[in-house]
């Protein structure tokens, strides 16, 4: 167990749709990263949350939104999912240690 | 535009043989570079990193060589065991710590007893 944890694990709906995935850092994380893996790609940069403010932005699209609450938990929202929306989506946590981030397991998400 | 690159998708060593990993990368403000490694199901556990200010950099088993100059790093496992078969991925970022990292897109490695 990384101490980030992700939910839900798996996550399968329709095109049009709109889902919620949701990060709980690791104690005394202020930083939340999400990353998004499509199959046989690496991981791509969304968007980071700094003790609620959003600190850097990624190749993230419009249709997508994230925010991080007072209790530093965060939600990445999609919307108007098409199919090549399917991926894992991965949430991480920092503080500046210089070792890089804590990652949590992901969310597989599937757009049918 | 990929920034950093891991030109061989997989990689199969025997077991107590050297795993040797490559990674190119493009951007020269990269500074700080790490390796990750995955197993599935699980997200990417951190292995081991290297500033731009060194060229290598050992733990344990693993040591990462930084040349600047062609823009390349390397990941050593000696000896490579069973447990060390995984997804390897390559990052960097032109900051140290807490910021966004740039991907590779993995190498898959797998140590055949």
């Known amino acids: 167990d990384s101490g980030v944890t992700q939910t839900p694990k798996h996550l399968i709906t329709a095109t049009g749709q709109r889902v919620t995935l949701r990060c709980s850092p690791r104690?005394?994380?202020?930083?939340v990263y999400w990353y998004q893996q499509s199959l046989d790609q690496g991981l791509q940069f969304l968007i980071q949350?700094?003790?609620?403010?959003?600190?850097a932005k990624g190749n993230i699209l419009e249709r997508f939104s994230a925010q991080q609450f007072p209790d530093l938990h965060s939600e990445l929202n999609l919307s108007s999912l098409e199919l090549g929306d399917s991926a894992l989506y991965f949430c991480?946590?920092?503080?500046?240690?210089?070792?890089?981030?804590?990652f949590g397991s992901g969310t597989r998400l599937t757009v049918v | 535009d990929q920034q950093v690159k891991q030109n061989s998708p997989s990689l199969s060593v025997q077991e107590g043989r050297i795993s040797i990993l490559n990674c190119d990368y493009t951007?020269?403000?990269?500074?700080?570079f790490l390796w990750y490694k995955k197993y599935p199901a699980e997200g990417p556990t951190f292995l081991i990193s290297i500033s731009s200010i060194k060229d290598k950099n050992e733990d344990g088993r693993f040591t990462v060589f930084l040349n600047k100059s062609a823009k390349h790093l390397s990941l050593h496992i000696v000896p490579s065991q069973p447990g060390d078969s995984a997804v390897y991925f390559c990052a960097a970022s032109d900051q140290e710590g807490a910021q966004k990292l740039v991907f590779g897109q993995g190498t898959r490695l797998t140590i055949n007893p």
């Open positions: 104690s005394g994380d202020l930083s």
């Open positions: 949350y700094y003790n609620g403010e959003e600190r």
């Open positions: 991480a946590s920092s503080v500046t240690t210089g070792r890089g981030y804590t």
């Open positions: 951007n020269s403000m990269f500074d700080y």
